[in-house]
């Protein structure tokens, strides 16, 4: 690993990261911020017709902040959104380079391609931590403000699961920006394989196969028990996905 | 003698087309070496197998000692490269992408670059997106030989430069590396570049290598004879040794010869003649008469 | 710069240096015990290969034109005496690539030989205006 490279690196990243910040921290403040609003705005409606179109949804959602909290964020923004930014972030990691043609400048320099490649990894890593936790932590610590009791240990944790996932569509990104040569074709790869996996789990069976499905960490937030196994299995699929990576780069031509 | 680069056999192919087919190359050290081809010749693709940034399907080579595939970090730390169009960070000033180059460089001659930054007037403080063609050669340049390296690899360096400039480069070329006993692979699609500075040339075409030479000797050794005869001569005359091609007009012959001159001429003197002359060749001629034969 | 080198024409960059260097000592440009130009400074001067230089060197020296002393660098040398040998070697080789030159231009021998007197007679008096100039020290 290179200081210089990785420097370099956040560098070029860097207005994408305080953007991304700010659009993540904005939406997460809104979440506590506008609670009572929400509870206001439901309690206006007769009781039975919300039963009518909420009847699936535990009615202690809107008795319970932590659980709301947790649904409008890990299960719905975060997810979402994050998805958006480890695309965005990964896509253009490598491709954007190979794109511009500034990657054969920095091959020729006596760096090897490992370093080259780790450092951009980390980089988008970082990224996306800096982005998550950011936003997190100031929704918990904003929540904190109200007269809600907020269980900050399970939304920690939550956001833990929800960032292996987000980890696995980052990796995914970043395989598809070594293989392709311009960060829109490896975006779109990857935006296509989530909307093939998505489609997929339509079908019960084939529901584990949806990260997103494991990223909102509902079995936890419910029923308390922390899912190992699927976080274990997002945690491989994302380091095989870079593994891979690093192979198809160590062979790239340029 | 020591080799700077030794290319044994190289080949790459693209799809089905063959970039470089079966090269073979030896480079002295502290010579210059000019590596001459037709656009499209597969020049580039040999800079970039000798450089690491593409693998070669065969062949081997080495570079200042090192294998071209294993030992490429150590080769690209002690060699400088400009490429043909140099694409470095446009966001970056002139003085940011110098900072970010020297760290990679165990030795770094600030003096030098300091010079040169004078001497072209380079902005510090400009954008490299804004920098001129010329410029961004320069800038190139410079990065290339700051570190102080042993092998200097120019692919195409005239490309984007005037007259003058192209002069200054040859000058710094060899002020800065030359003359400092470092060798020097200048690639070109122009003969005049290299005629000027180097010592051997290699001509390539369609992947492969057509002729390796001493300049001085490219230039001793072909030669045209213009010859008229007095009297019809044989055809057999012609399918002499060394006779590369010819051309008549009437009793009025333009012979091209190549490496076997003394023997053609003692042939050619058997048979009474009014006016033979002997034609030194330009190089250019040399040149284009090679990549045309080879074509063939 | 006295000396200048056309990179294009068919004659080879040393062979066109070293004539020039001759040509130079000839017409008492360069004077004996005068110091070259360094290989270096020569190259940069001319924008040539350093190799290049010191192969018209090389030349020079083993024809006895110029005398190189390690570290001092080179010198025009005494015109020799005592080489005679080696001076008619070199002789005969120009004279007879001379006489070549003129039977494949189909000069007669008697056309040859005027054209020599003449020459030689011009050549003696640029000779003698030469050393004229010398002793009067207008060189610098």
């Not at chain 2, 001493?214 to 009297?231: A, E, N, P, T």
Request: net charge neutral.
């Amino acid at each position: 690993m290179n200081s210089t490279l990785l420097k370099k690196e956040l560098r070029e990243a860097l207005w994408k990261l305080v953007l991304g910040t700010v659009i993540l921290t904005a939406l997460a403040l809104f979440i506590p911020l506008s609670y009572n609003f929400i509870i206001d705005l439901f309690s206006l409606l007769p009781y039975e017709q919300l039963e009518k179109y909420l009847g699936t949804i535990p009615t202690d959602l809107f008795n319970d902040f932590s659980l709301y909290l947790w649904s409008q964020w890990n299960a719905k923004n975060l997810p979402q959104l994050g998805a958006i930014m480890a695309i965005l972030v990964g896509m253009s990691l490598l491709a954007g380079e190979a794109n511009n043609k500034t990657m054969s400048f920095l091959l020729t320099r006596p760096v090897s391609r490992r370093s080259v490649f780790l450092s951009k990894v980390l980089t988008g890593i970082l990224m996306m931590f800096i982005m998550v936790w950011t936003a997190t932590l100031l929704m918990i610590f904003t929540a904190g403000f109200t007269p809600n009791a907020v269980d900050t240990g399970k939304l920690l944790t939550c956001t833990f699961i929800t960032s292996i996932g987000l980890f696995v569509i980052l990796s995914l990104s970043i395989l598809f920006s070594t293989i392709f040569g311009e960060p829109v074709k490896a975006g779109g790869a990857t935006v296509l394989i989530l909307v093939i996996l998505a489609a997929a789990s339509w079908f019960k069976p084939l529901r584990v196969i949806n990260p997103f499905i494991h990223m909102y960490g509902a079995q936890y937030m419910i029923a308390g028990t922390f899912p190992l196994i699927p976080v274990l299995l997002m945690s491989l699929a994302a380091v095989g996905f870079l593994a891979v990576a690093m192979w198809v780069f160590q062979k790239k031509e340029y | 003698m020591t080799l700077a680069i030794e290319l044994e056999g190289l080949s790459k192919s693209f799809k089905d087309k063959k970039a470089v087919d079966n090269l073979s190359l030896q480079v002295p050290a502290g010579s210059i070496y000019g590596f001459l081809g037709p656009n499209g010749a597969g020049k580039t693709t040999t800079i970039k197998l000798m450089l690491g940034l593409m693998r070669p399907d065969n062949g081997r080579g080495k570079i200042l000692g090192l294998d071209i595939e294993k030992e490429s970090e150590s080769i690209r730390r002690r060699t400088g490269y400009v490429a043909e169009m140099p694409h470095m960070y446009g966001y970056m000033t002139v003085q940011e992408i110098i900072k970010f180059c020297r760290p990679f460089y165990p030795v770094w001659n600030s003096g030098l670059v300091e010079k040169y930054l004078d001497f072209f007037s380079l902005p510090l403080k400009g954008k490299i997106k804004n920098l001129s063609k010329g410029m961004n050669t320069q800038l190139a340049l410079i990065l290339a030989i700051a570190p102080e390296p042993e092998l200097l690899v120019l692919d195409e360096p005239t490309a984007g430069l005037d007259t003058i400039n192209r002069q200054e480069l040859l000058r710094i070329i060899l002020e800065e590396i030359s003359v400092q006993g470092r060798t020097v692979f200048l690639s070109s699609h122009l003969l005049h570049d290299v005629e000027r500075v180097a010592d051997q040339v290699a001509i390539i075409n369609q992947g492969k290598l057509i002729d390796v030479r001493s300049i001085d000797d490219l230039k001793s050794s072909v030669k045209k004879v213009r010859v008229v005869f007095q009297k019809e001569v044989p055809d057999d005359l012609f399918s002499l040794p060394g006779i590369q091609s010819y051309s008549r007009e009437g009793k009025a012959y333009l012979i091209t010869i190549e490496d076997n001159l003394q023997d053609v001429l003692n042939a050619i003197k058997n048979y009474p003649y009014f006016a033979l002359d002997i034609i030194d060749q330009n190089l250019e001629d040399i040149f284009i008469d090679k990549v045309r034969r080879s074509k063939a | 710069m006295w000396y200048y080198v056309d990179p294009q024409s068919g004659v080879p960059i040393y062979v066109q240096l070293k004539e020039q260097i001759k040509k130079a000592v000839a017409t008492g440009l360069l004077t004996e015990g005068e110091q070259m130009p360094s290989v270096r400074e020569l190259a940069l001067q001319l924008t040539i290969n350093p190799n290049t230089v010191s192969k018209a060197y090389q030349e020079l020296e083993r024809e006895g034109i110029i005398q190189t002393a390690r570290g001092l660098g080179s010198f025009v040398a005494k015109r020799q005496k005592g080489k005679e040998q080696e001076q008619k070697i070199a002789l005969d080789k120009a004279l007879e690539k001379l006489m070549i030159e003129a039977y494949q231009l189909s000069v007669d021998a008697d056309t040859l030989h005027n054209e020599f007197i003449d020459k030689l007679a011009a050549w003696k008096d640029r000779l003698v205006k030469g050393a004229q100039n010398n002793d009067s020290g207008n060189r610098t």
